[in-house]
């Protein structure tokens, strides 16, 4: 079969599932990589980055085109098709010019109006699959205004990857899920395809399975997941990446869940939103949660100093500021009036038990 028939019928099938190093080290690393990958048939795609987008200068930034070759190869030995970040216009045409059968674009990419659109630009005419990963940031419209871009240079197969996103104060993830953006952009775009990128979200081995097994139980439609032959020694994000044999045994592991054809579509969509719900009540509990403790921590400084816990000027302009950006929001003043109340007097609560030293 040919490699495009291959990638044609892999795009189609679910759970697409794209794995290999971080970064393309050595000729052998992505060779014996491809093979191990290829022998757990598991995998449907070979990733590598070739160029490597790092946060400081200094550490490693990838082999750069030179590293095509070995792709190439690899491609001949397994036949695997070949996927690869690009960020520039000069890494697409390299990347077009060695036959990558997929391209993605990274997430510091995507935050970039102009990164964008000059690698759409780049891709006008081609009918390569581009898949485009979330932003850095928590910012949907930046995830949809890449896609538009792409989509308007003439890609027909395009797909999505979510990543997560960066989060101050954020400690349990490398990039916090906030499934509900993916979710919703999974909703706005149910014709394309939605990847989970468990590494990138993780950071670390131990809890790849539980997120992979989230995106599933989300409908996610495959994984793109680091895989290394050596990962303790390999070259960037050591952490995140598991050897080929511990990827099939993670795959095997997975429940991968199918909707039921007997299901009315009502009831669908309404499992959808619940899940969405779910999600996003997490994180209201969460933030709570770190509210709360802040608000422990001013009654101890009010306690040192001896003030009232009530500051009834603050609490007029905390709801003054709530009903006014609630209803651009379409938030009635009467929910968040009653919302505010319950956080406020939970907070008086708090700050009250520390103030008599029962916290």
Known sequence: MLVEEKVQNAWKQRP??????????????????????KNTGKVHALRAGIWKPRT???????????????????????????AVEVATAKQVEDALHFGIDILWIGARTTVNPFSVQEVADALRGCKVPVLIKNPINPDLELWVGAVERVAKAGIEQIGLIHRGFSNYGNTDFRNAPMWH???EMKRRHADKPMICDPSHICGRRDILQDVAQKSIDLDFDGLI????IDPDNAWSDAKQQITPTVLASMIDALQWRSETSNQA?????LSKLREQI???DDELLQLLGQRMKIAEQIGNYKKENNITILQTNRWNEILQKAVSKGE????????ITRYFDAVHMESINRQNKVMNNQL
């Open 265 to 269: 579509e009502f009831l669908n969509a």
């Open 278 to 280: 779910n999600h996003i």
């Open 56 to 82: 400081r200068p200094g550490s490693f930034e990838g082999v750069g085109t030179k590293g095509l070759p070995w792709l190439q190869q690899a491609r001949k030995e397994t036949g695997l098709p070949l």
């Open 16 to 37: 697409f599932i794209i794995s290999g190093p971080c970064s393309a080290e050595t000729e052998e690393q992505v060779m014996q990589t491809a093979i191990q990958l």
């Open 225 to 228: 997941i680091e895989s290394h």
């Open 328 to 335: 651009k929001l379409n938030l009635t003043k009467e929910f």
């Open 181 to 183: 953006l993916a979710i």
